[in-house]
């Protein structure tokens, strides 16, 4: 797994280059690159910005600082965006993170949650986590811990923790958690690689670990989810409908939108177009994200139109 991840970070970096090179960024917005007792990200807000809900931006695999289009876009609609770092991406960007997914302290996002809480743009009591992939498991792993976010928007999420994605030279015996706490590794699934086998395969061959299923049910918040049925990274549709399922059985009393769609990617967070299959450059290698272009298209607008109108009711 630790080689397909990385070549989808790879190629999520060089084909988002490509495509956010061509889209003017939004007029207004002010960026504030953030580099505070440990914390890195970067800051999207308004000029006139005060008390705003406020949303924590989260990469997936590619790791590094996440789009300044999207959090620009986000901020240019009301909303402050702390477009946030906690690994560096393929070109070892930036600086003040980890190498690797590999044991992140999550005590690293409490100390933004808290820090983000005390800027003069932020409402305290709304902010919002939201993140794609692996990023979307760890906005509902912080918010099952963290009874202060006040709401989570997640993108090809998971219902479950998952291992961390060590460099590529490194033995698969060597696996470790992506997650600790109090200096202790969170449970984790391990995938089953195979490279005979398409990567879907690699999570839907796993049964579940009781120990490492996200307590969704701790969220104190309401809860969005976007997914696709056609989505070939892991079974993103499936884990969204055993949250929503367990937020229903656990009595949640928090509104749940599970919205999918059945031709789209793995990659649906953000505005304008998205990435359905990429060639790497320089390989043989590709990657198939699932979907056509049509459909993710169509997919991504509504989902971020959804996304707006989430946060709009936070």
Excluded: C
Excluded at 148 to 168: E, H, K, L, T
């Amino acid at each position: 797994m630790r080689i397909v991840h990385r070549l989808i970070a790879v190629s999520v970096v060089i084909l988002w280059a490509t495509l956010t090179s061509k889209v003017a960024f939004a007029s207004g917005v002010e960026r504030l690159a953030v580099q505070e007792n440990g914390i890195v990200g970067q800051l999207h807000f308004m000029p006139d910005a005060r008390d705003k809900t406020t949303v924590i931006l989260l990469n997936g695999s590619d790791g590094g600082i996440p789009s300044a289009r999207d959090a620009d876009d986000l901020a240019e609609a009301g909303y402050t965006v702390l477009a946030l770092a906690y690994f560096q991406n393929w070109q070892g960007q930036p600086s003040g993170v980890p190498a690797t997914l590999n044991e992140i302290p999550l005590e690293y996002f409490f100390k933004v949650i808290d820090w983000l809480k005390r800027q003069p743009q932020v409402d305290e009591n709304r902010v919002v986590m939201m993140g794609q992939s692996r990023g979307a498991e760890l906005a509902l792993l912080l918010a099952s811990i963290r009874s202060d976010i006040a709401g989570v928007v997640a993108f090809s999420p998971s219902s479950r923790i998952w291992n961390g994605i060590p460099p590529v030279a490194t033995p698969a015996s060597a696996v470790r958690a992506a997650w600790t706490l109090d200096g202790k590794p969170l449970a984790y699934q391990v995938s089953v690689a195979d490279n005979s086998a398409p990567m879907l395969e690699w999570f839907e061959r796993v049964l579940p670990v009781e120990a490492a299923r996200i307590r969704v049910e701790r969220i104190n918040g309401p809860v969005l989810l976007v997914s696709s049925r056609a989505d070939k990274i892991w079974p993103a549709a499936s884990y969204a409908d055993e949250i929503a399922k367990r937020l229903a059985e656990r009595g949640s009393v928090y509104t749940v939108q599970n919205l999918q769609f059945d031709d789209a990617s793995h990659l649906l967070m953000g505005t304008g177009p998205g990435i359905t299959k990429f060639d790497i450059p320089g390989t043989t290698r590709s990657v198939d994200f699932g979907g056509t272009t049509e459909g993710n298209t169509r997919a991504r607008s509504e989902a971020w139109a959804a996304t707006k109108q989430f946060l709009a009711a936070i």
